[in-house]
T-cell receptor, first 111, second 115 residues
């Protein structure tokens, strides 16, 4: 079945350093979504990408969707302690709203 | 506007006991989902309901049943709990107006331990 792989599993950075997490799907996706989960919390939607090669920015966060619509990345510039949490990508294929989640990347930021 | 609510927040069961996890949303969403989250595994879809009156299996449906009671409520039942079902359970909902617009909203989760 469809699989979504995400790397790295963990990342520790010094505050101010950049951070990137990568997501790869075994199949072509209709769209990809990114969620953030704070420790002890629930996933919260960040963004959705639909078009091949799409790039979207939210302040210090940059999201990309690959040309083949099988991979995606999230880049955070100049991390802050408020960025701590687990970032999940989630891919959708076909014509349903079902999402397949990656395993997540847990970001720790040292002040 | 509470969003997605789940009850209970915490539960401890003994092997073989049954229980129902409740989920309700007040956003008039068509689609609802049940996920489980285990360390290092991300979120795995158990069952989903694309619209009122329909339910379908997700990636890990074995040992679970669901009921879409009405448009607001979607319950998850464990008939005979097993230690492998120890997990955090999240309910989510989405409007799913189209593939370009299907953001999911998550509830706060239920932390279940099966002894």
């Amino acid at each position: 079945g469809q699989q979504v792989m995400q790397i790295p599993q963990y990342q520790h950075v010094q505050e101010g350093e950049d951070f990137t997490t990568y997501c790869n799907s075994s199949t072509t996706l209709s769209n990809i979504q990114w969620y953030k989960q704070r420790p002890g919390g629930h996933p919260v939607f960040l963004i959705q990408l639909v078009k091949s090669g799409e790039v979207k920015k939210q302040k210090r966060l940059t999201f990309q969707f690959g040309e083949a619509k099988k991979n995606s990345s999230l880049h955070i510039t100049a991390t802050q302690t408020t960025d701590v949490g687990t970032y999940f990508c989630a891919g959708s294929s076909g014509n349903t709203g079902k999402l397949i989640f990656g395993q997540g990347t847990t970001l720790q930021v040292k002040p | 506007n509470a969003g997605v609510t789940q009850t209970p927040k915490f539960q401890v069961l003994k092997t073989g006991q049954s229980m129902t996890l409740q989920c309700a949303q007040d956003m008039n969403h068509n689609s609802m989902y049940w996920y489980r989250q285990d360390p290092g595994m991300g979120l795995r879809l158990i069952y989903y309901s694309a619209s009122e009156g329909t339910t379908d299996k997700g990636e890990v449906p074995n040992g679970y049943n669901v009921s879409r009671l009405n448009k607001r409520e979607f319950s998850l039942r464990l008939e005979s709990a097993a230690p492998s079902q120890t997990s955090v359970y999240f309910c989510a909902s989405s409007e799913f107006a189209s593939l370009s617009y299907n953001e999911q909203f998550f509830g706060p989760g239920t932390r279940l331990t099966v002894l």
